[in-house]
Structure formats: structure tokens, C-alpha cells
């Protein structure tokens, strides 16, 4: 369900790890808890990021939640699909629909966020 | 022998279609005469310079008289409105919009005054501001007034602006203003333009202020605590003089927001409950016409140690006349230019010298007596999260219907179709699934029973047919809106193909 | 219905409030009178009032004639008695006149998108300036002089607690447009606006294009003030500025002592997710028609709270109305007719007093006149109010009057104003 290869955070962002690069998306908990998304606010390239503080926003017609970031590092690429094709972060959480990619300050804390099967058991002990 | 009773409220009719403006329009066509000028015409080119004269206004309407009456009569009969029926819309007070409002703010001397004609000559609109003022200040029982602020909004800042002053010359503005979980969403965005950082506090189990808590969290830090009591469940803050005794021990103030003064005028004063400042929504609670958003106005009522930061000019009556006072030393800035939405001062003092004292205070009486029936009739189909006595308002919860997958917008928009508008849906925050009730005191028993009755059919039809609601409304002219569309890729304006 | 509330009286459903809160007194206000003492009581007001003199006041608010069928539209109880139009399907006649409203400001003023309106231009102002702050994430403002003064207050008011800074510039004492070598020794690069205003107050056709040069010049917006509407139907727009934020009060909305009035901002699509209050989109319904709705809810206080763009919830949607009805009625030709005869008016009586700026006016200018009270106690005497005595705002003016003239203005009240004036 949870793809095994991403760590996890308890505000519903997700991690992909590869060497000191960082792919940062919401999950699908997240997408479904907003429902249909409008607009993603994300950062400019070259934005440092810092552990636990927001980094943009998503908007449903009703409702607007941060991002905050899982881990610390600059902002190297952004996703521009979700500037044209929002939706698409509700078809794809966990892949095409990745938000913003970073250079990781310290890759091995990434150990420290959830792992699927914890996150899969957080969000079923939230309900 | 009873009397002949509606068997429903709406039916379906004749609704007109009707294209956009520029869609009507035609070169050459015009709804608009102007007098043959009686000074020479002047060469637009040369007065202003050549590169200074527009083309034409590309795309502008241009339609005939006809034409444009027929437009916004068809336009407006795809509105609900007051004049149709009830909008048991909570916190709104939709009640009834008295004609003679509309005609007393148009006669000709109150209409066409210009806020900068010599004193001499405003004398007669200053006697209603200066009324008005004395009338507000009777009501909430506070010691001075100011008509400046635009809207509830507007007055809530003026209001924190006006906290913020008085603690600055005390020595210290402080950083934070408490605000409980279940208020208004425009205040919280007050407190963050006024410059304060806002702290939530929860409220109790039992949907009211938890004072120890509020013991445990105001300090030196605190600039205020905003309150609306009644608060957004309709229900009395009990403990207000309490809370209201630790704000003041601590040099903090109570602010409250009067947008529920439906329930207690002529029957409690803020002033008499350790209030120290708080708004009025003259659109609210007196009667002032929504206009399908605005105009509104917010005065702000103060106790005396507040009276010297209220905004200039304050209206002075000195040597028989009335005086706009701009020396004040201590004042906070304007919160807008001229003296307030001076137009809708007028609908407001005309409704007070309708109701006159007695009149007002029966209103409220009435405005309580509705919200309780429609409690104790629909208790049994919805679910009722608080339980303490209710006010003006009554706050349902959908947990019943979300059960079978119905939520409370859909109830609301399914009750569209017999013939009503919706409740307030999803506020306040703190109850899961809200629906926020209030009738006022202008509606009759019959219209009420009508509402209850189709509240019911409905909770019933969410058993038996719960997809008939959700896919409400049916009887309309416009189903469903694709808000969704609208914000992913906004068309804010019409363009030529 | 007290049985079914479970009560004796409607008095025992208060039963359960403090005994300490409860008022014990009637309210010290008198019985209720009737509907005809109500019309007696605002018609002696209205009396003490300048109804019946010809006026030459500006300022801000202006004296247009209001088309009939202006009231006749927001009469209807559809329009007047209505909500905010949440609920889209039973609001479509209140949002289509919103979408239209929207259209028809972007028309005139030459930008991108227009909100559906703002309290009044005095409040806009600020709302504009906050904008370009978030905009461009700098703190500072530069407005000019000759902005109107109160628009200035309240900016002041609304900048002082979001720790934005409020400098001035100048005007030129020969011309009373902007003063732009003082504008360029004052900006900087933390300047997040340059505010302008025109026709500016003294009625001045300003020099909005190289202001807004030497703001962009400098990566600050160039917000562009109008109070006299009915000047958007001759002149250009400017369409380097970024952000409009004007009054409608012109178009068929009441003087009525100072309020309620429309205030609108427009600006371009970059900044559209920065703009407060409402906005209506276009959309479909579920059967595939043309709908309207509210949009783009996220930038306000009932979705954002504490973050939002702005406090406001409730606008001047009846307000704008009247402006809508009134755009409708004169269209594309008449705006223009309308305001050359403004011009043509305030001209001419110009031509017979000696305006003291030489900068090109619309329908307003400064007129030096030695002992403004003096002169405008003798208009009075001949039932005239004179133009506005400038001293309570620019003291260098002291000896100085506002005049404005409009449609309304006949030419044997403007001869009058002149005699007493030479």
C-alpha cells in the first residue's frame, strides 16, 4: 500500500532517498484527507529547507494545509506538472506527483522518520 | 375551523435564461441621456494631452434601457432572498429588512450630504450619528461609541487597535491575544493585522470557555481575550464575569464580538459583564440589509478607560451644536476616511426607533423562543453534540447522517429544494459536521414548522434514500457548482472570443 | 410553541443566565413610533442639511446623477434582502453580477482581474499596500503628497501594526503633479510600493508612467489610487502600474455623508492569489451550463484565519451593484460623453478663476482665493457651497480651495463661484 522504499513523516510527507538527494511529496492519506486539489504553493530553487518548518501548501476549494519539511537541505527542482495539472497530486502522491527535490544536509536522518509499516499502523491508529 | 396551510413551501417555475452583458451587446445602443452642455465643449486632447485620452473602453457594455432592466430583473430572479423566505443561516441574523429603512436613508438631505460640507449645514447628520451612538451605548451598556468602522471586521480591529493602545501608554502592548477554538475566522486575521500573535484556547466539554484554563494561560503576555457570547453554539458563556475578573487582574481586556447580540438585546449588557470593548454588526442584529454581501457597518462601544483612543473625529455637542473633534492626542488612526457608513447608520436608528425599548428587547425574546423550539423539535433527528440551554442559534452536529455517508453540506444543499436556503454549514470548527441554525425573531410559527418539517423529511430521506440528498439540489435552475474547475483554473472576468 | 419549548413565558428561556448579567430595568430608550413619525423624525434632519444648494465639493466624493434605474434594480427585494452568494445555486443572479462588475473594473482600469470590491477606496489602499509587501517580501512604502490625505491616515493606521514603514514624496509647488526627483532621492531597494494617486487630489492628471519607471527601476510595484471614477471613461489606462485600488463612489452611489461607498482593487494575474476579499469565477454546474461561483476562498479569513490575505468578510456587494447598473446604463459611449462633460465644466469654470497648478485637471482643481472662509460664507449667502478650504490638509495652501465640477454643475452657479472668487 505504502510504498516500502519511502520513509515517512506523521504530517503525511513522504522521502525518497538516493545518496544525498531528497524527493519530497505528501502522501496518499494526505491527498485524500484535502480531496480534490486545487493549487500547490512550493519554494523557489535554491530555498533552504529546514527539518519540521513549512515549506509551502496545498489547497483544496475548502481548505488549506502546510508541507512541512521531513528533512533539511536545499531546494534543487520543483515539480512543474502540479503548477498546470494540481490533480495530478491526487492521482500520484507517491510518484509522478513528487513535489519539490532536494540536496539532503544529513541523508542518514531519514532513519529517523517512519518506515511504511509505521506509518501505515499511525494512520490507522489516527482514525 | 383551521386556517389554510401551506403543504410545501416551493415549487418549481418559470425561471428565465439570460446571457452576460457584453453577450446583449450591440454598437450604437445606449440606456443613458445626458443634458446638451451648457458651457463649450473643451477638446478632451488638449485639456489632458493627446497621450493621456483613451480609445474607447474595449469590450464596455453598450445595451438599451430595456435591455438592461430586463437583465438584472432576470438576474435577480435566480436569487434567494429574505423577501422570499427564512435563511436560517447561524451567527447571520438574517431578519427582516424594514422598507422605511430604505426610504428615510434616501431622502435627499441624508443621501446627498458630502462628509466635507461646512458643520453648519450637517448638523441634521450629525444628530443621527450622535442617536445612534447614545441609542448603542444604552444597548450594550458601554460608556462611548464610534460609527467609524466599515463592517464587523473593520470593527474587531478598531476594537484590538484601541486594546492596543490604552496597554501601550500603560507601558506595554503585550504580544498575544487569546481566542477560543470556536470563534469567527475574522478573528483571528483581526489580531494578525493589528500585529499580535494569536493563541488558541479550547473550549470545555461543555462548549463554553474553560476558565482554568484561562487562568493557567493569561499572563503579562496577554493583550486580550476575544470572546462572542453568546458564543458560536448558541449558548451563554456562563462564566463571563469570571473570565472577565482574571483578564482585568492581569491588566488584560475582554473583547467581545457582538455578532450574536440578537440573543440579548434589551435582556443583558456586555457593559454589565466586564466587557471592555466589543463591535456591533448593524447588518446583523439591526436589520441593515445584506445586500447580497455588504454594506455592513461595526461600530465599537468602549468603557471609559477607552474612550480617549477612540479614532478621530469624535462628535462633540458644545454651544447648542454638534462639533467633529479632531484634537485628540491620544487617538488611534482612522480606520477609514470620512465618519463611517453614515447610510447604514441611518437603516439601523430607524429600526431602533421602530422597536423603540420594549420593541427591541421582545424582539429578542422571540429570537431566543425560535432557535429553542427549532432545538426541541429536531433534537430527535439530529445529532445535538452540546446540550447546555441554547440562545438565538441552535448548533446541530451530522454525525447521525455521516453515518450513512451524508454529510451537512449535503443536507443543506438538499434543503434548497423545498424552498429554504441553508443553514450555516461546517462552523463552528470545534463540532464535527456543523449545522448552525438560527431563525430570528421575524419568522412566524408557520415558516419555522415549514423549515422543521422539511429538516425532518429530510433526516428521513437519509435513510431511505440517501443518494437523493446527496446529489441535492434537484428543483434549481443551477445544479452543483464545479467550484474545483473555478479554483484550478480561475476565469475571473469575461473575454471576446 | 412555549409548550413545545417547555415554558410558561419566553422570559424563563433566559432562566439559566447569571442573575449577576441579567439587565433588571427596561431599556432607557423610548416606545417604538410608528412608520410616519419615523419619516418625520429623518425629514427634520434631512432639512438641517445642505439639500437645495448647488455644491463645488470634490474631494473624494463626488455629486453624479444617478441614473433611475439604479435604485430600481437594488430596490428589488432579490438584490437588497439577499446573503453573501455561498450557496452558488440559488445566488447566480448576485454572482453574475459580480462576474460582471469584475469584467467591466478590468475594462476600465486596464489590468488583469478586479475583486469584487472592498469597503472603499480609503480601505483599499492599505489592502493594495499589504499586497505588494507579501508580493514582494519588502516592508516600505512610499505614497505621494498628493494622495488624499485621509486615504493616507488609514494607511498609516493599518501599516503601523504590520511593522511596514510609510514614507511620503512630494508634489511640484508650480505643476502639483508628483514631485519625481523627490521620488527618486527617497526610493530604495527595500521599497516594496510606490502609491500615486490620480487624478490626484488636487484633481491633477499625474505623471503615473515615469512614477511607476522609477519603482520598477528600483523592484518596487507601482500602486495606482483613483477616487473620481468617472475620469476612467477619458483617460488611458496605465497599464504599468500593478496593482489599482480606486472608489466607486462616482458611479451612482450616494454621497450620503461619507458611506457606504466601493472600493475595488485590480491588478494583474501574478498577483491574483494575493489579493483579498471575494472573487467570482466562472465555472459548470452539474449539468454542464455556464455557473458562477465564489473562488479562491483559500486566500481568506473563514479558510485561513489567522494567515489570510485580509480580515474582511463582509464587502459592498448592494454598493457595487449600483456601480454595475450605473456602468450598464451609460456603456461604452456614455462614460466617455459623461466624463467630457465633466471636463468641459470644470473648465470652464477654471477659465474664469485661475486654477493655481498648471498640471492638465479632469474635473478638479486648486484655486487661490486669499481668505477661503471669507469666500465661501459669501457662496453660502447666494446658496452655493464653495470648494473645500485646503489649509485643514496641506498648511503651504492655506489661502487655497478644492473646486470640483460636475454634469450637475449649471453654468449660472459656476458664473456665481467666479464673481465671488475674482
Not at chain 3, 38 to 46: K, L, N, S
Amino acid at each position: 500500500m505504502y510504498p516500502e522504499n519511502l520513509r515517512y513523516t506523521k504530517e503525511h510527507e513522504w522521502v525518497l532517498v538516493e545518496g544525498d538527494t531528497g524527493t519530497i511529496g505528501i502522501t496518499d492519506h494526505a491527498q485524500e484527507e484535502l480531496g480534490d486539489i486545487v493549487y500547490v504553493d512550493l519554494p523557489h530553487v535554491g530555498t533552504r529547507l529546514e527539518t519540521g518548518k513549512s515549506l509551502g501548501s496545498v489547497e483544496s476549494v475548502k481548505a488549506v494545509s502546510d508541507i512541512y519539511a521531513p528533512l533539511s537541505g536545499e531546494v534543487l527542482e520543483v515539480n512543474s506538472l502540479l503548477a498546470d495539472a494540481p490533480e495530478k497530486l491526487n492521482q500520484d502522491p507517491h510518484g509522478g506527483a513528487w513535489l519539490i527535490k532536494i540536496r539532503l544536509d544529513a541523508p542518514a536522518e531519514a532513519l529517523n522518520l517512519l518506515s511504511a509499516a509505521d506509518y501505515q499502523t499511525y494512520i490507522g491508529a489516527e482514525k | 375551523m383551521s386556517a389554510r396551510k401551506l403543504e410545501r413551501k416551493a415549487n418549481s417555475h418559470l425561471s428565465p435564461n439570460e446571457l452576460l452583458l457584453f453577450e446583449r451587446s450591440s454598437p450604437g445602443k445606449k440606456a443613458y441621456q445626458l443634458p446638451e452642455l451648457d458651457v463649450p465643449a473643451v477638446d478632451a486632447g488638449e485639456a489632458l494631452g493627446a497621450a493621456s485620452v483613451r480609445a474607447e473602453i474595449s469590450g464596455f457594455p453598450e445595451v438599451s434601457e430595456v435591455e438592461a432592466i430586463r437583465h438584472f430583473t432576470r438576474l435577480s430572479t435566480w436569487n434567494y432572498a429574505i423577501d422570499y423566505g427564512m435563511y436560517p443561516l447561524g451567527s447571520c441574523t438574517m431578519k427582516y429588512n424594514p422598507r422605511i429603512n430604505e426610504l428615510v436613508a434616501r431622502l435627499e438631505g441624508l443621501a446627498w450630504a458630502h462628509p466635507y460640507q461646512p458643520e453648519a449645514l450637517a448638523q441634521g447628520c450629525m444628530e443621527v450619528m450622535e442617536h445612534l451612538e447614545a441609542a448603542l451605548a444604552e444597548i450594550t451598556g458601554m460608556d462611548a461609541v464610534t460609527l467609524q468602522p466599515s463592517a464587523g471586521a473593520q470593527g474587531e480591529l478598531t476594537g484590538i487597535l484601541l486594546v492596543r493602545a490604552l496597554l501601550e501608554s500603560r507601558g506595554n502592548p503585550r504580544q498575544k491575544i487569546l481566542i477560543p477554538d470556536s470563534a469567527h475566522g475574522t478573528n483571528p486575521a483581526t489580531a494578525a493585522i493589528a500585529g499580535y500573535a494569536v493563541e488558541n484556547i479550547r473550549s470545555s466539554e461543555t462548549g463554553v470557555l474553560d476558565v482554568s484554563a484561562l487562568e493557567r494561560i493569561v499572563d503579562q503576555d496577554v493583550a486580550a481575550l476575544m470572546v462572542t457570547n453568546p458564543n458560536t453554539l448558541g449558548v451563554f458563556e456562563e462564566n463571563i464575569i469570571q473570565a472577565a475578573e482574571i483578564l482585568h487582574a492581569k491588566g488584560a481586556m475582554l473583547y467581545m464580538d457582538g455578532a450574536n447580540m440578537n440573543a440579548l438585546v434589551g435582556v443583558a449588557r456586555p457593559g454589565d459583564f466586564g466587557v471592555d470593548v466589543l463591535h456591533l454588526n448593524l447588518h446583523k442584529t439591526f436589520s441593515t440589509p445584506h445586500g447580497g454581501g455588504g454594506p455592513g457597518a461595526g461600530p465599537v462601544a468602549v468603557k471609559k478607560h477607552l474612550e480617549p483612543f477612540l479614532p478621530a473625529p469624535r462628535l462633540v455637542r458644545s454651544g447648542g451644536r454638534l462639533h467633529f473633534d479632531y484634537r485628540r492626542e491620544q487617538a488611534i488612526g482612522r480606520v477609514r476616511a470620512f465618519y463611517g457608513n453614515f447610510g447604514v447608520l441611518v437603516r439601523a436608528l430607524a429600526y431602533i426607533l421602530a422597536h423603540g425599548g420594549p420593541g427591541l428587547r421582545n424582539a429578542t425574546l422571540d429570537a431566543v423562543m425560535n432557535a429553542v423550539y427549532i432545538r426541541k423539535k429536531l433534537e430527535p433527528y439530529f445529532d445535538l453534540p452540546y446540550p447546555s440551554p441554547n440562545m438565538h442559534e441552535v448548533v446541530f452536529s451530522d454525525d447521525r447522517q455521516a453515518k450513512l455517508g451524508v454529510r451537512t453540506g449535503d443536507l443543506a444543499k438538499r434543503l434548497i429544494d423545498y424552498g429554504f436556503h441553508p443553514y450555516t454549514v461546517s462552523f463552528p470548527l470545534i463540532v464535527h459536521g456543523a449545522l448552525m441554525i438560527e431563525p430570528t425573531e421575524t419568522e412566524s410559527k408557520d415558516e419555522i414548522d415549514l423549515f422543521v418539517e422539511a429538516m425532518i423529511s429530510i433526516a428521513r430521506e437519509v435513510e431511505s434514500d440517501p443518494q437523493l440528498v446527496k446529489s441535492a439540489p434537484h428543483s434549481t435552475r443551477i445544479g452543483r457548482v464545479d467550484e474545483v474547475a473555478a479554483a484550478r483554473k480561475p476565469v475571473l472576468k469575461w473575454t471576446p472570443e | 410553541m412555549l409548550d413545545a419549548c417547555g415554558v410558561a413565558s419566553a422570559e424563563e428561556l433566559f432562566s439559566h443566565l447569571p442573575e449577576a448579567v441579567r439587565l433588571n430595568r427596561p431599556l432607557a430608550l423610548p416606545p417604538g413610533i410608528s412608520e410616519y413619525e419615523i419619516v418625520d423624525y429623518f425629514r427634520e434632519r434631512a432639512g438641517r442639511t445642505a439639500a437645495g444648494y448647488a455644491s463645488f465639493l470634490g474631494a473624494g466624493v463626488y455629486s453624479h446623477y444617478r441614473p433611475v434605474l439604479v435604485d430600481t434594480v437594488v430596490s428589488r427585494g432579490e438584490f437588497l434582502t439577499s446573503y453573501t452568494p455561498y450557496q452558488a445555486e440559488i445566488a447566480q443572479g448576485t454572482l453574475t453580477a459580480i462576474f460582471e462588475f469584475q469584467t467591466m473594473i478590468c475594462q476600465l482600469t486596464g489590468m488583469d482581474v478586479a475583486n469584487a470590491g472592498m469597503w472603499d477606496g480609503s480601505t483599499a489602499l492599505p489592502e493594495a499596500a499589504m499586497m505588494a509587501a507579501r508580493a514582494t517580501g519588502k516592508g516600505r512604502v512610499l505614497a505621494a503628497k498628493s494622495v488624499h490625505p485621509e486615504y493616507r491616515e488609514v494607511l498609516r493606521t493599518y501599516a503601523l501594526h504590520q511593522g511596514m514603514v510609510v514614507d511620503e514624496f512630494g508634489y511640484d509647488a508650480r505643476t502639483g503633479a508628483v514631485d519625481l526627483k523627490d521620488l527618486e532621492s527617497k526610493i530604495d531597494g527595500l521599497t516594496a510600493a510606490v502609491i500615486v494617486q490620480s487624478p490626484n487630489f488636487f484633481g491633477i492628471v499625474d505623471e503615473v508612467r515615469a512614477a511607476a519607471e522609477i519603482a520598477h527601476k528600483h523592484g518596487a510595484l507601482l500602486i495606482l489610487v483613483f477616487t473620481e471614477a468617472v475620469s476612467l471613461g477619458l483617460l488611458e489606462p496605465v497599464r504599468e502600474a500593478d496593482i489599482v485600488a480606486g472608489e466607486l463612489q462616482s458611479f451612482a452611489i450616494s454621497p450620503s455623508f461619507g458611506g457606504p461607498y466601493a472600493g475595488v482593487i485590480a491588478t494583474r494575474d501574478k498577483f491574483v492569489r494575493q489579493m483579498p476579499g471575494r472573487l467570482v469565477g466562472q465555472s459548470t454546474d452539474s449539468r454542464g451550463q455556464r455557473a458562477f461561483c465564489l473562488t479562491l476562498a483559500t486566500r481568506e479569513q473563514h479558510i485561513r484565519r489567522e494567515k489570510a490575505t485580509s480580515n474582511i468578510c463582509t464587502n459592498q456587494a448592494l454598493v457595487a451593484l449600483m456601480a454595475t447598473v450605473f456602468m450598464t446604463v451609460y456603456g461604452k459611449q456614455g462614460l466617455r460623453e459623461l466624463a467630457l462633460q465633466n471636463l468641459a465644466k470644470a473648465h470652464y469654470l477654471a477659465g474664469k478663476v485661475k486654477p493655481r497648478f498648471s498640471g492638465k485637471f479632469f474635473n478638479e482643481f486648486v484655486c487661490g482665493v486669499g481668505d477661503p472662509e471669507a469666500r465661501n460664507q459669501a457662496l453660502l449667502e447666494k446658496k452655493i457651497v464653495g470648494g473645500l478650504p485646503l489649509g485643514r490638509f496641506y498648511p503651504e495652501l492655506a489661502d487655497s480651495v478644492l473646486l470640483c465640477a460636475t454634469e450637475m454643475s449649471r453654468r449660472a452657479d459656476m458664473d456665481a463661484v467666479a464673481e465671488v472668487l475674482r
